[in-house]
């Protein structure tokens, strides 16, 4: 996936801070924020969705999940978040690379469509 922008970023040829990075995955800030505390929790191994890793590499997907019970209270995520990922037209995925959204950091709206 040589135009993919989150394999770039994960492979260092797109420079972004990780706030958290393992052999598989990266966290990272998501560039426009849609709450005070916004991450992306991006597996390294390109699949365009969670429903894709799910049926490709069921592994990967616990493991990020995984990633973010060991590691929310480090992200600031301590009073709760919102677990979010966008699956193609409709949903409105405009990266086309799995990515976990993790809102949080201030209380959040009850409406989440
Ligand atoms: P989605 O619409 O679910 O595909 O989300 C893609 C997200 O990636 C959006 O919230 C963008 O703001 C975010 N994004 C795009 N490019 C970057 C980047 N270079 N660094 C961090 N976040 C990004």
Redesign the pocket.
Known sequence: MNDC?FCK?ANGE?P?KFYYEDEKTII?????PQAKLHY?VIPKEHYTDITELADKNPDLLQHLFTVIAEKKEELGLTNGFRVIT?IGEDG????KHI?V?LLGGEKLSEKMG
Request: aromatic share 0%; with cysteine.
């Open positions: 922008i970023i797109i972004s990272i800030r998501d560039i426009a992306l966008n409105c995925q405009s990266v990515h959204h």
